[in-house]
């Protein structure tokens, strides 16, 4: 569907970066939920980084930590349980774990927005579109009731919902999956962000409005500037979407690099099974090799690495101790044993 672009009119928060030339810097993040059953270390020890403008995917299995990040970024961990236990996260050279809680309000929203997977969830079925929308522009803008009105319109129009000022007095219900998915982008736009998170933003839609979702998220981050960080589990969606990509696995990064090199040259064996379980159209003669093994416990995690129980190449080393996340190419991080300079066998 193609967008009736308009050049936003009120750019609440300027874009920037931190004197690094870094937007976002996520430094050793550490995120534990603390159960009856043990310690969950569902993010741990993750780093990343991401410039203005950029668009990072992080993808991996159901539990792998990809959506506590995300949460974590945010800090929207419910605590108890959770809890954000170590790391950094610097956004334009400000520490988000330093930040009061009253601060990080006036962040969320306004300079770093989320869109959750689950719209229907995340908008309130008693308010309508426009009242939900208006509720953003109130909190962080000193915009009048007609001005947050016609803003509502502006960015209804934006993502592309047509007869905006009929939808805008619609609720959530009277809307399809679609639409209202677009409502949830249009709110994460409001304040003109420098940042959106997006956190599984197509899973409950089919796959025609899926595309068309995506394209919308693409488009718009080229028309606005805007950075984004992408969290799937699907690697369909990662190569159409972004420019770099973060494969997660029992809460560690376990491969880093750009879009290109991913599905070229993948280096770590986790990331080579996602690849080779992908059906490819139009070739029926290639047989998916699936990944052996479960996922193991997050809270009785091996000593060692943690795909060693599913790996094809396991070494007595892997069994020892986690690899660390190492630099095997220019900007290719790889956490893999097997693949460190002067080890790897292939």
Do not use: W
Not at 63 to 90: A, F, N
């Amino acid at each position: 569907m193609a967008l009736k672009h308009k050049t936003l009119r009120h750019g609440f928060a300027e874009q920037g970066a931190a004197p690094s030339g870094s937007l976002l810097e996520v430094k050793n993040l550490r995120t534990f939920f603390f159960t009856e059953e043990g310690v969950v270390p569902a993010v741990n020890d993750v780093s990343f980084s991401l410039k203005p403008g950029e668009t990072l995917g992080i993808v991996g299995e159901s539990g792998c930590g990809k959506s506590v990040t995300s949460l974590s970024l945010m800090r929207l961990i419910d605590d108890p349980p959770g809890r954000i236990i170590g790391g950094q996260i610097v956004y334009k050279g400000r520490d988000l774990l330093s930040l009061r809680e009253d601060e990080m309000q006036r962040v969320r929203g306004n300079e770093i927005s989320m869109i959750f997977q689950e719209p229907m969830t995340a908008l309130n079925p008693v308010y309508t579109v426009a009242h939900q929308i208006a509720e953003v522009l109130e909190l962080h803008t000193d915009l009048d009731k007609a001005g947050r009105k016609a803003r509502v319109i502006e960015l209804l129009e934006l993502v592309g919902i047509p007869e905006p000022e009929k939808r805008a007095e619609a609720y959530p219900h009277e809307l399809s999956g679609g639409m209202r998915q677009r409502v949830m982008i249009a709110m994460a736009l409001a304040c003109n962000p420098s940042l959106i998170v997006a956190d599984e933003p197509t899973t409950a839609l089919d796959v025609t409005i899926q595309a068309q979702i995506l394209e919308l998220i693409k488009e718009l981050q080229q028309r606005l500037g805007t950075a984004v960080i992408l969290i799937t589990h699907d690697l369909a969606v990662i190569a159409e979407t972004v420019e770099r990509v973060a494969v997660m696995y029992s809460g560690v990064i376990v491969e880093m690099t750009d879009v290109r090199t991913l599905f070229k040259s993948a280096r770590h064996p986790y990331t080579e099974g996602l690849l080779n379980s992908i059906p490819v159209l139009g070739n029926s003669g290639k047989k998916l090799v699936p990944i052996k093994g479960r996922v193991p416990n997050l809270t009785q995690l091996p000593p060692g690495c943690y795909f060693s129980n599913r790996c094809p190449y396991v070494m007595p080393k892997c069994l020892e101790s986690l690899p660390p996340l190492e630099e095997v190419s220019p900007g290719h991080s790889v956490r893999c044993y097997l693949r460190q300079k002067g080890t790897d066998a292939r």
